[in-house]
C-alpha cells in the first residue's frame, strides 16, 4: 500500500540530511506499537520504504533552499510504501494523531493531508521497468559497494534480497536484473551514482564525523521475475535501508506472462 503525505515547513530551507529527520518521524509514530519493539529494538529489516518530493530552489553547502508558493508557504510531499498492510493502517492512524513532528529543533513538520496512493502493478506481471524515485544501496557481505555496473551485478542483487526476504518471512526467487540504457543514446547506461548524507546519532562534535555518506544509485532497471517477488520488491524497495529513504521505486512498463 502506497501513500502520499502532504507536509508544510515552518520555513523554505531543509538541511541535506532530511531523510534522518523522516526516520525519526516514523519511529516516534510506531513507539506506542508493536511494531516499534519489532523494527526498532534490534537490527531488523522493515518492509516499507520512502521516497520524498522537494521543490527544490538551490543548494547551499548542508542546505537545501525551498520554493515557495504564492503564499509564501513551503510545501512537501512525502510518499511512503508499505508491503505489510496492516503496519501501513497503524501508519495512517498514528500520524493522523501525530500531525506534528519536531526533530531537534532542525526541521518541523506539519501534516496537511494523507492520501492513498494506486499501486501500478497489475496482477500477473512478470516483466517491469522501474523507475528509482529514491536512490539505491548495496552492500555485499563484505561491505563492498554493489553498483550496477559490476558484472555480477544481478547475483549480488538476489543475495541481498534473498536474506532481507526471508527474514521478513516473505517469498523470495531469483529475479533478472540490469539497468536500462537510455532512450536516444543507448551507449550510456540510465544509471547515476549519488552521495546520500544522514546524520549520525550520538555523534561528538570532536570527531567532526557528523554526517554519515551513504553510497548509492538511481536509475531505470528491467526487472524479470515471479509476480509475488517483483509486487514485494515494488512495495518495498530495492536494496538496503529502504526505511531511511532508499530505494522506493515507480513503474514505467510492465508485461504480463511470459511474453
Known amino acids: 500500500m502506497r501513500f502520499s503525505v502532504k507536509l508544510k515547513l515552518p ?33 531488523f529489516p522493515k518492509p516499507f520504504t520512502f521516497a520524498v518530493y522537494l521543490p527544490i530552489k538551490t543548494i547551499e553547502g548542508n542546505k537545501i533552499l525551498l520554493k515557495t508558493d504564492p503564499n509564501k508557504e513551503v510545501f512537501i510531499t512525502w510518499n511512503v510504501s508499505f508491503a505489510d498492510p496492516k503496519l501501513s493502517v497503524t501508519f495512517v492512524s498514528e500520524l493522523l494523531k501525530k500531525r506534528k513532528h519536531n526533530w531537534r529543533n532542525e526541521i518541523e513538520f506539519n501534516l496537511i493531508d494523507v492520501k492513498p496512493l494506486a499501486e501500478k502493478f497489475p496482477e500477473g506481471t512478470t516483466k517491469v521497468v522501474f523507475k528509482t524515485l529514491s536512490p539505491i544501496h548495496l552492500k555485499d557481505k563484505n561491505g563492498k559497494v554493489i553498483e550496477p555496473t559490476r558484472q555480477d551485478f544481478e547475483e549480488e542483487f538476489n543475495k541481498v534480497q534473498k536474506k532481507i526476504f526471508e527474514t521478513l518471512g516473505f517469498p523470495y526467487s531469483w529475479v533478472k536484473i540490469k539497468p536500462k540504457r537510455c532512450k536516444g543514446n543507448e551507449n550510456y547506461l540510465c544509471i547515476k551514482n549519488r552521495i546520500i548524507k544522514l546524520k549520525l546519532d550520538g555523534y561528538k562534535k570532536e570527531t567532526q564525523k557528523e554526517l554519515l555518506k551513504i553510497p548509492a544509485f538511481e536509475g531505470i532497471f528491467k526487472v524479470e521475475g515471479k509476480p509475488e517477488v517483483l509486487k514485494l520488491l515494488y512495495q518495498k524497495g530495492l536494496g538496503q535501508r529502504t526505511a531511511e529513504g532508499f530505494g522506493m521505486v515507480d513503474v514505467m512498463e510492465t508485461f504480463e506472462g511470459k511474453g
Do not use: C, G, N
Open 11 to 43: 520555513k523554505p530551507e531543509i538541511p541535506v540530511y532530511y531523510r534522518t529527520a523522516f526516520v525519526s518521524y516514523i519511529k516516534k509514530l510506531l513507539e506506542r506499537t508493536p511494531y516499534f519493539d519489532l523494527y526498532y529494538t534490534r537490527k
